[in-house]
């Protein structure tokens, strides 16, 4: 049963105000940090074999095993006229890059959240699709398969 906040019950497993919303973040790669418009495939999986027991009918056993396929983030950026950006430009698909960590700020400067993987390879780097009709931004794309991503304890 909910306890009473008043006379309304209050679900202890959702608390509205401590949901995060507006943060900014800033990734490095090495020693470099860089600034990004979007990360994502925020993700790491583990891949398993069911495996079904002789005398057991109710439920198959699942079991880890070695990773087939990386996992993969994805980082893009908008395209800026006038400046060259001697850091970003010296990844190249192919690279291998080492201690990629994701920092999530709350209001700029409360640090919420950490995220890191030791090793990776940029396997991607595209851009947005030109259209002289639309007038959209231009945006470059970076994709980096990893091993794991992993949260560090903030």
Not at 53 to 75: A, C, H, I, M, R
Request: negative net charge; hydrophobic residues 40%.
């Amino acid at each position: 049963m909910c306890p009473l906040k008043g006379d309304k019950p209050v679900n202890l497993l959702y608390r509205g105000n401590g949901l995060m919303s507006g943060c900014n973040f800033l990734v490095t790669i090495g020693q470099e940090i860089f600034s990004f418009s979007k990360v994502s495939n925020l993700a790491s999986q583990v891949e398993y074999e069911a495996v079904q027991e002789g005398g057991n009918n109710d439920y198959p056993l699942l079991f880890p095993k070695q990773k087939t396929s990386p996992d993969t983030l994805v980082l893009e950026k908008g395209v800026r006229e006038w400046t060259y950006d001697p850091a970003f430009n010296s990844l190249w698909e192919g690279m291998h890059v080492e201690q990629v960590t994701i920092l999530v700020f709350k209001y700029g400067i409360l640090l919420r959240k950490a995220l890191f993987f030791k090793k990776g390879l940029i396997i991607k780097r595209s851009f947005s699709d030109l259209d002289a009709l639309r007038g959209e931004l231009l945006i470059e794309t970076l994709e980096i398969a990893h091993s794991g991503l992993v949260e560090i304890p903030v």
